[in-house]
């Protein structure tokens, strides 16, 4: 299970209490969710994210971007790896176009559901498939449905 925060206001603001500074930041949470972290937001518009397989507790990054990013969107995620290996391109939050995405937990039964909701994927996101997580094919998933009732 991991651990996510999201902001969302009506004019760019801060966000460092929440990630590093808080007696409950994400910071504290990684000590139990150590493998990477993510941290997306949206800089005119344009989703940017930053990643890392450091804990967010032991890494300068982490705490340098906690205090620089101000924004109205922000997604932060500390992985605790249940599908998927440690890497990079397993670490949330995820980005295709300009949508973010960051999920928390494992998909019950997924082992059995995997091959099934993947046929379910768009044949173009299915190819960009760079990870083995659950929660980057539930990602795909939503913006092949989202596609189909929205331009």
Same mark, same amino acid.
């Given at each position: 299970?991991?651990?996510?925060?999201?902001?969302?206001?009506?004019?760019?603001?801060? +966000?460092?209490?929440?990630?590093?500074?808080?007696?409950?930041?994400?910071?504290?949470?990684?000590?139990?969710?150590? =493998?990477?972290?993510?941290?997306?937001?949206?800089?005119?518009?344009?989703?940017?994210? +930053?990643?890392?397989?450091?804990?967010?507790?032991?890494?300068? =990054?982490? $705490?340098?971007?906690?205090?620089? +990013?101000?924004?109205? @969107?922000?997604?932060?995620?500390?992985?605790?790896?249940?599908?998927?290996?440690?890497?990079? $391109?397993? @670490?949330?939050?995820?980005?295709?176009?300009?949508?973010?995405?960051?999920?928390?937990? @494992?998909?019950?039964?997924?082992?059995?559901? %995997?091959?099934?909701?993947?046929?379910?994927? $768009?044949?173009?996101?299915?190819? =960009?498939?760079?990870? $083995? @997580?659950?929660?980057?094919?539930?990602?795909?998933?939503?913006?092949?449905?989202?596609?189909? %009732?929205? =331009?």
């Amino acid at each position: 299970m991991c651990r996510l925060f999201g902001s969302r206001t009506r004019s760019p603001s801060g +966000v460092s209490h929440e990630l590093f500074h808080g007696a409950n930041a994400l910071r504290v949470q990684s000590l139990e969710h150590p =493998d990477g972290w993510g941290l997306g937001w949206y800089e005119d518009g344009v989703p940017r994210v +930053v990643r890392s397989l450091t804990p967010a507790h032991g890494d300068q =990054d982490f $705490e340098k971007l906690s205090q620089f +990013v101000t924004a109205q @969107t922000v997604v932060a995620h500390v992985r605790k790896a249940s599908i998927g290996r440690v890497a990079e $391109e397993n @670490t949330h939050p995820f980005q295709r176009g300009r949508w973010l995405f960051a999920h928390n937990g @494992t998909l019950p039964g997924w082992e059995a559901a %995997r091959s099934r909701l993947e046929a379910e994927i $768009e044949a173009k996101l299915r190819k =960009d498939l760079r990870g $083995e @997580t659950d929660s980057e094919r539930c990602f795909l998933l939503f913006l092949t449905r989202l596609e189909r %009732r929205c =331009d």
